[in-house]
């Protein structure tokens, strides 16, 4: 029956609003494999069912995702980049643009407490003055590895900082040509997404230049201006925490402050790797 993608995805609506994001999702891909199976005489509304279905599926993800977990967050990131991909005029690109610049900014903060939680227990195994068992080597051997695997997904050339400077970016080039609502009412959330990108991928200068910007009360809508006094304060300490915690990385890692050294030595000339330093430290 041509009607069945249709029922299917206005059933995984109702699954929606039960709270069963997992029936949801199964009736959401039971829209993309019905769809298939139909006699296509009407090839623009079956892609629009489609669409919408898939579009359902990356929110699910996304909006019924546990708050400390990862795996969901890390679908919505693929879900929503394919739908980015697919170009569709009739996609709202600043809405997905937003929710995946979200997905990718929790992702990345589970991350970074799932790596923190592994690192004590590395500790806590490191240090038992008791002889290791060869359970606790293995456990040992997996945390390494997941530590390892979690810092690429951060921290790679597809990884969660590079994607977050990216869609960032463009996210606020598209507001002069659109001005849409979406654009003009989160200028300043993404704008923050895009300091903390820069902020971890080490480009300190940037950090700067968008931290002065995003302070200017002129960089919230006339209508949010109040709201901003009050938020800007937590973002300036959330960046200033950032910064500070940097700093004192740097301070205590043996091998930079050794290669500090020699570059400092060096006929008393100053190097990009020294003013990347002192920009880091004078901003924390």
């Given at each position: 029956d041509p009607y069945i993608p249709e029922i299917l995805l206005r059933q995984a609506w109702i699954y929606r609003q039960m709270g069963r994001p997992e029936l949801a999702l199964s009736a959401n891909y039971d829209v993309l494999t019905s769809a298939t199976q139909q006699k296509v005489n009407n090839l623009t509304r079956f892609g629009r069912i489609v669409l919408v279905a898939r579009s359902q599926i990356a929110n699910t993800y996304y909006e019924d995702a546990d708050p400390l977990e990862l795996k969901?967050?890390?679908?919505?990131?693929?879900?929503?980049?394919?739908?980015?991909?697919?170009q569709q005029e009739e996609l709202h690109t600043s809405v997905i643009k937003l929710k995946l610049l979200r997905s990718l900014f929790k992702a990345d903060e589970n991350s970074r407490i799932k790596i923190r939680m592994l690192r004590l227990r590395q500790t806590s195994l490191e240090t038992?003055?008791?002889?290791?068992?060869?359970?606790?080597?293995?456990?040992?051997?997996?945390?390494?590895?997941?530590?390892?695997?979690?810092?690429?997904?951060?921290?790679?050339?597809?990884?969660?900082?590079?994607?977050?400077?990216?869609?960032?970016?463009?996210?606020?080039?598209?507001?002069?040509?659109?001005?849409?609502f979406v654009s003009r009412n989160h200028t300043g959330e993404v704008m923050y997404y895009k300091i903390m990108a820069y902020n971890a991928l080490g480009h300190?200068?940037?950090?700067?230049?968008?931290?002065?910007?995003?302070?200017?009360?002129?960089?919230?809508p006339t209508d949010q201006r109040r709201a901003w006094a009050a938020v800007r304060v937590r973002v300036v300490i959330d960046i200033a925490n950032r910064l500070f915690s940097n700093g004192k990385a740097l301070m205590e890692n043996e091998v930079d402050r050794a290669r500090?050294?020699?570059?400092?030595?060096?006929?008393?000339?100053?190097?990009?790797?020294?003013?990347?330093?002192?920009?880091?430290l004078e901003s924390a």
């Open positions: 969901d967050y890390i679908s919505s990131i693929d879900l929503y980049e394919r739908l980015l991909n697919a038992n003055p008791s002889p290791i068992t060869s359970d606790e080597a293995t456990e040992l051997k997996q945390i390494k590895a997941e530590i390892k695997k979690l810092n690429e997904n951060r921290a790679g050339s597809s990884g969660y900082w590079k994607k977050m400077e990216k869609h960032a970016v463009e996210f606020i080039d598209r507001i002069a040509e659109s001005d849409t300190y200068q940037h950090v700067w230049q968008s931290m002065e910007v995003l302070l200017e009360n002129e960089s919230a500090m050294v020699a570059v400092l030595s060096d006929d008393g000339k100053t190097s990009r790797e020294v003013l990347e330093w002192r920009l880091n």
